[in-house]
T-cell receptor
Framework: LAKTTQPISMDSYEGQEVNITCSHN???????ITWYQQFPSQGPRFIIQ???TKVTNEVASLFIPADRKSSTLSLPRVSLSDTAVYYC????????????FGAGTRLFVKA | ETGVTQTPRHLVMGMTNKKSLKCEQH?????MYWYKQSAKKPLELMFV???????ENNSVPSRFSPECPNSSHLFLHLHTLQPEDSALYLC????????????FGPGTRLTVL
């Protein structure tokens, strides 16, 4: 199973772009990279998923270099409501039961 | 709203009680999961059901007993729990076990006295 490493916490201010990087040196050829967001006392929520290069949706962008040993979640113009824990997962396309949630990155957005 | 509901949202129980957590998904998914999230710890996968058959049991103590009567409902029966079992219990579902995004319920906050 590919292990992921993320910063434990990050601080930002409203309106800034936030980039959270995840390392996954042992990623397998058929592994996808998935990011989830979790607010306190709620279940995680899917944000974005990618395999290589760049993926963008209405919430975030995901940048994946050619070697796929890391990935960066980019949140444009964060607001106070983006304060949450962000998890990077590597594994079967949707996560599946073989995917392990790590400790995540606690993002705190300040006014 | 993710299409996955859990009841109750909060539960306080003594160590000798028996209680059950309920999860229901309205997404037509075939796989359902139970996770445990203790304070400041990563999510721990407990059980996985695929098409009502248990496919994963992550060395969970027998005081936790899952039940999946159909693909839309999942229960977690609790008996003789310990205070260290206090946690947020999350249910999730997905279309399949390997290929699709998991959709999580809001969780049940369990406190064992």
């Amino acid at each position: 199973l590919a292990k992921t490493t993320q910063p434990i916490s990050m601080d930002s201010y409203e309106g800034q772009e936030v980039n959270i990087t995840c390392s996954h040196n042992n990623i397998a050829t058929n592994d996808y990279i998935t990011w989830y967001q979790q607010f306190p006392s709620q279940g995680p929520r899917f944000i974005i998923q990618g395999y290589k290069t760049k993926v963008t949706n209405e919430v975030a962008s995901l940048f994946i270099p050619a070697d796929r040993k890391s990935s960066t979640l980019s949140l444009p113009r964060v607001s106070l409501s983006d304060t949450a824990v962000y998890y990077c997962l590597v594994g079967a396309r949707g996560g599946g039961f073989k995917t392990i949630f790590g400790a995540g990155t606690r993002l705190f957005v300040k006014a | 709203e993710t299409g996955v509901t859990q009841t109750p949202r909060h539960l306080v129980m003594g160590m000798t009680n028996k209680k059950s957590l309920k999860c229901e998904q309205h997404l037509g998914h075939n796989a359902m999961y139970w996770y445990k999230q203790s304070a400041k710890k990563p999510l721990e996968l407990m059980f996985v059901y695929s098409l009502e058959e248990r496919v994963e049991n992550n060395s969970v103590p027998s005081r936790f007993s899952p039940e999946c009567p159909n693909s839309s409902h999942l229960f977690l029966h609790l008996h003789t729990l310990q205070p260290e079992d206090s946690a947020l219990y999350l249910c999730a579902s997905s279309r399949g076990t390997d290929t699709d995004t998991q959709y999580f319920g809001p969780g049940t906050r369990l406190t064992v006295l």
